[in-house]
């Protein structure tokens, strides 16, 4: 079956660097759209990254573009969120999840347990 699992999260200090990563399996990885959400404590599912399933189309919420990059090694069925100049707004659970084709839209199909990153000096 479709398994999604995140890891690298944790503690870090306002302005560092985090690199989540989500392993994919049960499904043919390199044929799908994946993205990451985010839920911050109290708040809703905030939007904050998509990728196309050959990676070449790419998009980010306002709120974490220029400091976040995803990507994705379709080799190794893993989807990636390097995050930069982290701040305390950050803090939230990142999920990763699938959508149903090669493109970032509709719903997921879908998601992972997530994995806490916390923001705070």
């Known amino acids: 079956e479709v398994q999604l699992v995140e890891s690298g999260g944790g503690l870090v200090q306002p302005g560092g660097s985090l690199r989540l990563s989500c392993a994919a399996s ?19 599912l905030e939007w904050v990254s998509g ?18 990059t995803i990507s994705r090694d379709n080799a190794k069925n893993t989807l990636y969120l390097q995050m930069n100049s982290l701040k305390p707004e950050d803090t939230a659970v990142y999920y990763c999840g699938k959508f149903r084709g090669s493109s970032c839209n509709g719903d997921w199909d879908y998601w992972g347990q997530g994995t806490q990153v916390t923001v705070s000096s």
């Open 26 to 44: 049960g499904f043919t990885f390199s044929n799908y759209a994946m993205s990451w959400v985010r839920q911050a404590p109290g708040k809703g």
């Open 51 to 68: 990728i196309n399933s050959g990676g070449g189309s790419i998009s980010y919420a306002d709120s974490v573009k220029g400091r976040f």
